[in-house]
Each structure stands twice: as C-alpha cells, then as structure tokens.
C-alpha cells in the first residue's frame, strides 16, 4: 500500500501539468480547478491498480482528466462563466511577453467556445500528441480526429480575429 | 492561423498559467484521496448493518418466540424482502467499483448512458418494490423500536411515521427521477457531439 502510493505520487509529481492543462481549458475560477484537481485525482487513485501499461501514463491521465472534468462540468450547474479575460500577475515591462500573453488569454478564451469534446482535441493537438493517440483517448478514428481538428482550427481562427 | 502559431501561442503562456503544486502538498492531497476512497463507502456501510441488525433481530425474535402462524409468515416475508434488498445493494456496490474512467471519452459516455437508462428502467421496474420495502423496513424499525423501549403499540403514531417516511421516498425518489432524466439529457447531447 505505502510503495503503490509513493509509485503513485511519484507518477503525479511527474505529470500533474496534464492536470492543469486539462483544468485550464474546461475551468475559468481557480476555486474549480482545484475542485476538479481533487475530483482527478481521486479518480486516477482508484483505477490506478488497473493501470497496466505503464508506457502510457500520459493517454491515462488525460482520458480519466477529460472525463472527470466532462462529467463534472456537466453536472455542475453553479459554474458560472465570465466572458471577460482571467486577471493574470503583474508582469515585467516586457511588450513581447506581454502580447503574447494576452494572444495566449485570447486563444484559451477561444477555447473555451468550442464544445466539450473539439475542446478536448485541441488540448491533445496543441499538446502535440499525433492522431493516434488523439483517436485512442477520444475512442473516435484518426480520420474522424483529422476532421474535427481542421474545423475547430477555423472556427479558433474566427474567435482570434 | 498557421498551425505552428497555434500551438506557439499555447505553448507561449501555459506554464503563467499553471500554478504547480509542491511534493508536499501532492502527498497530502493523495493522503485525502485515499481516505476520501474509503469515506465513500461509509454510508453504504452503515445502511448495510442496520438492514443486517433488523434480519438478525426478525431471525431472533421469529426462533425464540411461537406467537402463531401468522406473524410467521409476516416475519418470513420481511426477512426475505430485506434479504433482497441487501443483495440487490451488494450487486449495485459491485457494478459501481467496476465503473471505471480511465477509459476512451467516447466509451465511458456511452457506458454512463446505458446505466443511467438502466437505472431509469430499473427504477420504473421496481417502483412498487422500493415503496414495500421502505414501509417494511419502517414496520420493523417500528417493532425494534416499541420493544426495546418496552411502550405499548400506538396504531395512529404507528399510520403517521408510515405515512411520513411513504412521503420522505416519495419526495427522494421523484427528485432522484428527476436527475437521471437531467443527466441522461446531458449525456446524450455529449454523446451527439462525438457521433452527431
């Protein structure tokens, strides 16, 4: 019991920025992210005895992530979205990292437009993952992936306009 | 937007963003989960030794006192309606530890549709069942009750506890109706986002 949490707590040292970015896209207040942190984690706890491939930690996280913030975005009638753009922490007199930034705010905002599962695939594509594995953790083909990325590309494109 | 762009302009704020946590306060959070895991299972716990009080008293009272043939089989039929209960709980505890999301988005929302749908045809199913078993399980509680207290049976006491607990069922199951209605509306349309 003590190693299978260490291995576990280990494996969520390593991987939590999956979490957050998972939170980031479906969660505006921190108080729901942290909500939905606790949620995950719970959730990868309890089917982490099942957790067999051990090469495939990151498509784990993000399916049983996804999941959980899909099931409680969706149950969670209280969450209130605002449209304006989050506060972010004063910054150094940097005009390039200061634009870049406020695209980036921008881009998130956009994202949050998109429906729950293109929100989702545009996660794992910004993240760099390829269309199979994309497939994989959606349970959708790779085609059906291709498709939904180029559409949801135009619809990000006409939010960032 | 050029694909490159996209992805820079994600990657040119994310870790602002993030705010990680420490070791520390990983650890403490895992420490909460493992119990929170444990918490969970506590009023189910709790429920399930009571329903086991109430057969082992019924099993008691029904042995060591010959009060004729008909609170016999009253007794034989309170027993075996709480029996069925308590396996029917044991079978629902089962499935939910079996229920699992580290799977493909699309099969869990799949999955999470035909047990909300079963549990929509079960609850229509069961309906009359679920209503006997309340007022059975309040009869015996009302048993337990005025025998351990050693009061005399009060029959419009007895009709208004019926009649309170028949309404409190009532009132949870409609509401719970009411939510898997709500939650399979949602789903569906989830659902209709992967497969339109």
């Given at each position: 019991?003590?190693?299978?949490?260490?291995?576990?707590?280990?494996?969520?040292?390593?991987?939590?920025?999956?979490?957050?970015?998972?939170?980031?896209?479906?969660?505006?207040?921190?108080?729901?992210?942290?909500?939905?942190?606790?949620?995950?984690?719970?959730?990868?706890?309890?089917?982490?005895?099942?957790?067999?491939?051990?090469?495939?930690?990151?498509?784990?996280?993000?399916?049983?992530?996804?999941?959980?913030?899909?099931?409680?975005?969706?149950?969670?009638?209280?969450?209130?979205?605002?449209?304006?753009?989050?506060?972010?922490?004063?910054?150094?007199?940097?005009?390039?990292?200061?634009?870049?930034?406020?695209?980036?705010?921008?881009?998130?905002?956009?994202?949050?437009?998109?429906?729950?599962?293109?929100?989702?695939?545009?996660?794992?594509?910004?993240?760099?993952?390829?269309?199979?594995?994309?497939?994989?953790?959606?349970?959708?083909?790779?085609?059906?992936?291709?498709?939904?990325?180029?559409?949801?590309?135009?619809?990000?494109?006409?939010?960032?306009? | 937007?050029?694909?490159?762009?996209?992805?820079?302009?994600?990657?040119?704020?994310?870790?602002?963003?993030?705010?990680?946590?420490?070791?520390?306060?990983?650890?403490?959070?895992?420490?909460?989960?493992?119990?929170?895991?444990?918490?969970?299972?506590?009023?189910?716990?709790?429920?399930?030794?009571?329903?086991?009080?109430?057969?082992?008293?019924?099993?008691?009272?029904?042995?060591?006192?010959?009060?004729?043939?008909?609170?016999?089989?009253?007794?034989?039929?309170?027993?075996?309606?709480?029996?069925?209960?308590?396996?029917?709980?044991?079978?629902?505890?089962?499935?939910?530890?079996?229920?699992?999301?580290?799977?493909?988005?699309?099969?869990?929302?799949?999955?999470?549709?035909?047990?909300?749908e079963r549990s929509i045809r079960l609850q229509k199913k069961y309906d009359v069942l679920i209503?006997?078993?309340?007022?059975?399980?309040?009869?015996?509680?009302?048993?337990?009750?005025?025998?351990?207290?050693?009061?005399?049976?009060?029959?419009?006491?007895?009709?208004?506890?019926?009649?309170?607990?028949?309404?409190?069922?009532?009132?949870?199951r409609?509401?719970?109706k009411?939510?898997y209605?709500?939650?399979?509306?949602?789903?569906?349309?989830?659902?209709?986002?992967?497969?339109?």
């Amino acid at each position: 019991m003590e190693s299978t949490q260490e291995d576990f707590l280990k494996i969520i040292s390593n991987y939590q920025g999956i979490i957050h970015k998972v939170n980031l896209i479906y969660f505006k207040t921190t108080a729901d992210k942290d909500d939905n942190f606790q949620e995950i984690l719970l959730q990868l706890w309890r089917s982490f005895p099942s957790l067999k491939d051990k090469t495939k930690i990151g498509s784990w996280i993000y399916a049983v992530a996804i999941n959980t913030s899909i099931s409680k975005i969706r149950k969670d009638s209280r969450l209130i979205f605002t449209d304006s753009i989050p506060e972010t922490e004063p910054m150094e007199d940097d005009t390039d990292n200061f634009e870049s930034d406020i695209n980036h705010q921008k881009l998130i905002e956009a994202l949050h437009k998109l429906n729950e599962i293109d929100r989702s695939i545009m996660l794992l594509y910004l993240e760099d993952l390829d269309y199979n594995q994309i497939a994989e953790i959606i349970g959708i083909t790779s085609t059906n992936v291709g498709v939904r990325i180029n559409r949801s590309k135009k619809q990000l494109k006409k939010y960032l306009k | 937007m050029e694909n490159n762009n996209l992805k820079n302009l994600w990657k040119s704020g994310i870790n602002e963003d993030i705010r990680f946590y420490s070791e520390p306060k990983l650890n403490n959070m895992v420490i909460k989960c493992s119990r929170k895991s444990i918490q969970k299972l506590h009023p189910r716990l709790i429920l399930r030794t009571i329903i086991i009080l109430i057969i082992t008293f019924l099993v008691w009272k029904l042995v060591s006192e010959n009060e004729g043939i008909i609170p016999i089989i009253f007794g034989f039929i309170l027993i075996s309606i709480l029996v069925g209960s308590l396996i029917l709980m044991e079978w629902s505890t089962r499935k939910m530890i079996k229920y699992s999301y580290d799977i493909p988005v699309k099969d869990w929302i799949k999955n999470r549709i035909c047990e909300i749908e079963r549990s929509i045809r079960l609850q229509k199913k069961y309906d009359v069942l679920i209503h006997i078993i309340a007022l059975a399980l309040s009869t015996c509680t009302y048993v337990m009750y005025i025998y351990i207290l050693k009061i005399t049976f009060d029959l419009i006491a007895f009709i208004v506890a019926l009649f309170i607990i028949l309404s409190c069922v009532l009132a949870l199951r409609m509401a719970a109706k009411k939510n898997y209605k709500k939650a399979l509306r949602s789903l569906q349309q989830l659902y209709n986002q992967i497969e339109p």
